[in-house]
């Protein structure tokens, strides 16, 4: 094959670098923790970030060490592994080197597993005014654009200002965009405003816009149906149906009105990384790199592509979701793999994916999930919702905070990170333009 010519006896200690410490990459590594090479982990950040709770992050109910563990914390046992903080710009696949910070790191074998940025569909000048969540600095900004917003009406006297800065949109009715959307009414209605002396409950409006016809397009027809209905009680307006066809500075146009809004976010696509442009390598529309049964690129059986930058079939249809525990089967199946050749032994049997459900949660007390057949919501469905998130997140530390948060959370209505922090929108612009 081409760019891997010496598939037969392998080298002593073959280097394997990992581009990317979310799911996949780290269970990649720890897949490789006892096999004979040398492993190179580079990530931008040093730390792993449990992205499915950013939102909360963003609605001030946890912090951003809550969901966060340093990457060299979590690999510290792994004596044959080093973690690089760096930016990857190039990749080459003949000579096998990955280039990060400038250096040039050679390879025996590649995993990539970067993930997604967001996908605005050919819109991207939108991104500035309706931001998404996908890293810390994400949800801050986003964090403070709320709270600030509730400041600032304390003191608007002008009607017509202050409703656009008590407005809230959320674009997108996937999990993160219901899930936003119900964080953002509980805040507004159950916890915030009780600090302010002219805001009620009231005043607040959150309203989620929906292209498609119903929200949690991926669960069943009765759990959208529910879904919409617990929003609807925690007072979200939910707009299915309703296309956005323009985002401005403040405001929001769909097919049918333009609605003014100081805070407006993003849930409504994504986009793969930049690794297709890297591997020089056939991807689908939505960037995802397409690979191989056992997630190869074309032509080299020793580069691999996984996670939320991976176009895998599954069949013919469908492709294997962009969710954690897919993302954590993916890498520890490629690790296990690779260890399994090094040492010259026949790999695990061929990649099933284990289909774990799918699930999300509206506001404190209520949720949708699906396992298998069965259909859950209301409490119950909270209940496995947070017990399934808990357990994902790495570390005890983080488990038992973000078990304590949400417990005080429950009990008292009260959000405990309501700080105003990281980069948000600039104000007056937005305040004007709103009126």
Known sequence: MPGDSHHGNETPEPNIVIVGA??????????????AAKITVIDRHNYHLFQPLLYQVATASLSPADIA???????KD??????????????????????????KLPF?????????????????????????????DDATRVRADILLAFERAEVEPDPARRKALLTFVVIGGGPTGVEMAGAIAELARNSITRDFRSITPRCASVILVEAGLRLLPTLPETLSKEAGRALERLGVEVRTGEAVTNVAAASVVTL???????????????????????????????????????????????????????????????????????????????????????????????????????????GRREAVARLGRMEMKGVIGWLLWSLAHIYFLIGFRNRLSVAISWAW???????????????????????????
């Open 22 to 35: 979310g799911f996949a990459g780290l269970s990649c590594a720890r897949a490789l923790k006892n096999a």
């Open 69 to 75: 563990q340093p990457i060299r914390s979590i690999l």
């Open 78 to 103: 792994q004596a044959n592994t080093r973690v690089l903080l760096g930016e990857v710009t190039a990749i080459d696949k003949q000579a096998r080197q990955v280039t990060a910070n400038g250096a």
């Open 108 to 136: 025996d074998y590649l995993i990539v597993a970067t993930g997604a940025r967001h996908g605005y569909f050919g819109k991207d000048h939108w991104a500035e005014h309706a931001p998404g969540i996908k890293t810390v």
């Open 256 to 362: 049918k009105e333009t609605i003014a809004a100081h805070t407006i976010i993003w849930a409504a696509g994504v986009r793969a990384s930049a690794a297709g442009t890297w591997l020089d390598t056939p991807t689908d529309r939505a960037g995802r790199v397409v690979v191989n049964r056992d997630f190869s690129i074309p032509g080299y059986r020793r580069i691999f592509v996984t996670g939320d930058t991976a176009a895998y079939h599954l069949t013919e249809t469908s492709f294997l979701p962009g969710v954690a525990p897919a993302a954590k089967q993916a890498g520890d199946w490629i690790g296990r793999m690779i260890a399994a050749r090094i040492c010259g032994h026949i790999g695990p049997e061929p990649f099933r994916y284990a289909d774990l459900g799918n699930m999300a949660t509206i």
């Open 409 to 435: 959370s429950y009990i008292t209505y009260q959000r405990g990170v309501r700080l105003i922090t990281g980069r948000p929108a600039a104000p007056s612009q937005k305040i004007e333009e709103a009126a």
